[in-house]
């Protein structure tokens, strides 16, 4: 079983709809949660932190659910630019050792 | 204020070939760690460098290999190449883990290695 688990999708959007997808993480001494965007053939970059109690940032709300081990990702009003792969990243207790799952692909259209 | 910097941008080496790879840290930041991506998947951890050590290794063979600098840059080096090590490789930079509320890392933009 991987450490960090996301369906890879793609998710099919309509231009204004809202998406959400999650990811399962396997350790429950993880510490520090967060989404990752990532366009074709570039690097990851950080989009969120996802905290205990949720966050949202402007059109993106992210969840934690420790009990049941997983981590959400909503988005609102989809754009066309937020077409991308979305990475659910993982930092155990231990250090700064990311573990990241295989991304969820979003594709909007219009 | 630069960003994390790699080089070179694209690579294309013969198997039993040896790599290295460069990266140059985000301003301020002293600890350089770098992953795999191979294609359709999501990044691996090779390795973690700071105060030029190596602090925590990924399940990657004695074939890689790194090295970090006084100026807090860092090599990645592969031997004896595989095809299987063809992939998108990238460093990230930080502060020392544990000294920031939220330990985040940033990419750079990667080098891509094609093994033939």
């Known amino acids: 079983r991987k450490e960090v688990e996301q369906d890879p999708g793609p998710f099919n959007v309509p231009e204004g709809a809202t998406v959400a997808f999650n990811c399962t993480y396997s350790?429950?001494?993880?510490?520090?949660f967060f989404w990752y965007r990532q366009d074709c053939r570039k690097e990851p970059k950080l989009l969120m932190s996802v905290y205990s109690s949720g966050n949202e940032d402007g059109r993106f709300t992210a969840q934690l659910n420790r009990a049941s081990q997983y981590i959400s990702l909503l988005i609102r009003d989809s754009k066309l630019s937020d077409s991308a792969t979305y990475l659910c990243v993982v930092n155990k207790a231990a250090g700064n050792k990311l573990t990241f799952g295989g991304g969820t692909r979003v594709l909007v259209k219009p | 204020d630069a960003g994390v910097t790699q080089s070179p941008t694209h690579l294309i080496k013969t198997r039993g070939q040896q790599v290295t790879l460069r990266c140059s840290p985000k301003?301020?930041?002293?600890?350089v760690s770098w992953y795999q991506q191979a294609l359709g998947q999501g990044p691996q951890f090779i390795f973690q460098y700071y105060e030029e050590e190596e602090r925590q290794r990924g399940n990657f063979p004695d074939r890689f290999s790194g090295h970090q600098f006084p100026n807090y840059s860092s090599e990645l080096n592969v031997n004896a190449l595989l095809l299987g090590d063809s992939a998108l490789y990238l460093c990230?930079?930080?502060?020392?883990?544990?000294?920031?509320?939220?330990?985040?890392?940033?990419f750079g933009p990667g080098t891509r290695l094609t093994v033939l």
């Open positions: 350790n429950s001494a993880s510490q520090s």
């Open positions: 990230a930079s930080s502060f020392l883990p544990g000294t920031t509320p939220l330990d985040t890392q940033y």
């Open positions: 301003s301020g930041h002293d600890t």
